[in-house]
């Protein structure tokens, strides 16, 4: 799939560590000077999911394969960013291409880390951000805006955008983003084609020292409260920490280093997964003892569509789903024995798959 989560934030707050944590297919140059990255870097990161795991001790399938989640590492932006300062151009087009934002924001102290905006403050480094997004699509909004005026005197449509933008330019001039307005589906066609920066969904991520990795500190709990307000999630963890365990190949050496930082897991699979939700994604299974695997889906999808994801001949012929409840398959252990009890559904065309199905399409070559 197509959907992308893009690592965001001012210089030198941890955001290309972050980057070579979770991905597993790329490494991006972690320095301590302005505009280490310049280009975007892209990786693949599984998304981790005990279901997986859970089903494959049950069938022991000769390969596990679990769905992955897209990550972009986006060159770090600076205040008068939306007027072309720093590489704000080049950030500002690379952010418009991600469908979802995880917003790193320092929350520690380090006299060894450049930082040229003061005293360490990470609501005033996320407004920087958020200030910049917003010039930028208030900009956006008001060509558009200008051209639908002179076509609304004879097209319908321009006219009842013109109503939209206008909306959306007096929330972006009152400081506001426009995921906060609340448009409707309708609503939302009529900026559709100028993909608006602060439409996008956003998370943060308090990056601690690493004393703070369990219990947070002073700065991260004013994150924790702005984005309540928004009703955004916070992650709170130690990058520097994060990136170490990725590091680590062998299992056990892993487990140990964990076991040492009294970590039952790392705070990675957290921020995986919440950006896997803020992408408005779900997972479905296959099962059998060639494979057992996950799919990723959008909430919402009907049977057909989720069988798109494997190949788009099956949704093209599809006949129908053979449906077992995640919980199911684990009580029963089987899907005979699934079948047995009554525990195994078959769906059509107009089924909604729910997060954790285990499926098998037929269809018709």
Not at 118 to 136: A, C, F, M
Not at 267 to 275: D, G, K, P, V, Y
Request: proline letters at 3%.
């Amino acid at each position: 799939m197509a959907l992308q989560a893009g690592i965001v934030g001012l210089p030198n707050v941890g955001k290309s560590t972050l980057f070579n944590a979770v991905s597993n297919s790329a490494k991006a140059q972690a320095s301590n000077y302005r505009f280490c990255t310049i280009e975007p870097n892209t990786g693949l990161v599984d998304v981790p999911d005990h279901r997986l795991q859970q089903l494959a001790a049950l069938i022991n399938p000769t390969r596990i394969v679990p769905t992955q989640l897209e990550i972009v590492d986006i060159a770090g932006l600076v205040k008068g960013a939306s007027k072309g300062e720093g590489l704000g151009n080049k950030f500002l087009a690379n952010i418009r291409e991600v469908s979802a934002i995880i917003h790193v924001i320092r929350c520690f102290e380090d006299e060894n880390v450049l930082r040229e905006e003061g005293v360490i403050n990470p609501i005033s480094d996320k407004e920087i951000i958020e200030t910049e997004l917003q010039l930028k699509d208030l900009d956006s909004v008001e060509k558009k805006l200008s051209r639908s005026e002179k076509m609304a005197k004879t097209d319908p449509k321009a006219k009842a955008d013109v109503v939209v933008l206008q909306k959306c330019k007096t929330h972006l001039e009152t400081g506001k983003s426009i995921r906060s307005l609340d448009l409707s589906k309708e609503e939302k066609l009529s900026i559709a084609d100028i993909f608006l920066l602060t439409e996008k969904p956003v998370m943060y991520v308090a990056n601690v020292e690493e004393a703070s990795m369990h219990t947070g500190n002073k700065y991260s709990e004013q994150l924790v409260a702005m984005a309540k307000a928004e009703k955004a999630e916070v992650i709170v963890m130690c990058n520097n920490i994060e990136a170490q365990i990725s590091e680590l190949e062998d299992p056990a050496d892993k487990a140990l280093f964990m076991e040492e930082y009294q970590m039952k897991e790392p705070a990675l699979n957290r921020l995986i997964q919440s950006a896997y939700r803020l992408l408005n994604l779900e997972t479905y299974f296959t099962a059998g003892v060639q494979e057992v695997r996950a799919w990723t889906i959008e909430k919402g999808w009907k049977a057909p569509q989720a069988a798109s994801v494997i190949h788009t001949d099956f949704e093209k012929g599809f006949i129908k789903a053979e449906v077992i409840a995640f919980e199911d398959f684990i009580k029963y252990e089987s899907e005979a024995a699934c079948r047995e009890n009554g525990k195994l559904r078959i769906e059509g065309k107009e089924y909604l798959v729910k997060d954790g199905d285990v499926m098998h399409f037929r269809f018709n070559v």
